[in-house]
């Protein structure tokens, strides 16, 4: 079956420093999406990928799609001491999705 | 548009005993799944409802059961508690499938003692 694979585990950057996550996958994917789940809450949308190579902003944060639709990507850049929490992938292939373990991210003022 | 609650918030539970998790979708969403969470194993996918029927089912024991109701809301089950059966109970909803954008519930943390 699907394996996503997600790294790095964690994270620790100084304010200011740019973050990236990696998600992976054993198999082509339909779509990607992307969520965050601050400490304490609940897992919130971020963004869905679908088409080969696309790439999507939102302010700070880049979200790549691979070529061959088996991995993508989620930059920040200048974090902020609000981005901190838990940045989950969620892969799906044929109507199977996964998530991924997630990347905790802590942010140092 | 009020989002997806779930009931109740926290719960203690003994082992052995049973507990029944009710989470109500957006409306307008049909599709409802439910994840467990744990620190050490993340979000695991227990199974997702769409019109009243299981539509996937992740990889769990039978103790874990769900159902819809016509109405879109669910309920999950687990029947004989285990220890390790304490963790974040999330709902999610979506329009149509688990494969588009989720909406999750606050959650319901459930500790069995």
């Known amino acids: 079956g699907q394996q996503v694979m997600q790294i790095p585990q964690y994270q620790h950057v100084q304010e200011g420093e740019d973050f990236t996550t990696y998600c992976n996958s054993s198999?082509?994917?339909?779509?990607i999406q992307w969520y965050k789940q601050r400490p304490g809450g609940h897992p919130v949308f971020l963004i869905q990928?679908?088409?080969?190579?696309e790439v999507k902003k939102q302010k700070r944060l880049t979200f790549q799609f691979g070529e061959a639709k088996k991995n993508s990507s989620l930059h920040i850049t200048a974090t902020q001491t609000t981005d901190v929490g838990t940045y989950f992938c969620?892969?799906?292939?044929?109507?199977?999705?996964?998530f991924g373990a997630g990347t905790r991210l802590t942010v140092k003022p | 548009k009020a989002g997806v609650t779930q009931t109740p918030r926290y719960l203690i539970k003994t082992r052995g005993q049973q507990v029944t998790l009710s989470c109500s979708p957006i409306?307008?969403?049909?599709?409802v799944s439910w994840y467990q969470q744990t620190p050490g194993q993340g979000l695991q996918f227990l199974f997702e409802?769409?019109?009243?029927?299981?539509?996937n089912k992740g990889n769990f024991p039978g103790r874990f059961s769900g159902r819809q109701f016509s109405n879109s809301r669910s309920e999950m089950n687990v029947s004989t508690l285990e220890l390790g059966d304490s963790a974040l109970y999330l709902c999610?909803?979506?329009?149509?499938?688990?494969?588009?954008?989720?909406?999750f519930g606050p959650g319901t943390r459930l500790t069995v003692t």
């Open positions: 999610a909803s979506s329009l149509a499938t688990a494969t588009y954008e989720q909406y």
């Open positions: 198999t082509t994917l339909s779509n």
């Open positions: 990928l679908v088409k080969s190579g």
């Open positions: 969620a892969a799906t292939n044929n109507n199977d999705m996964r």
């Open positions: 409306s307008g969403h049909r599709s």
């Open positions: 409802y769409f019109s009243e029927t299981q539509r």
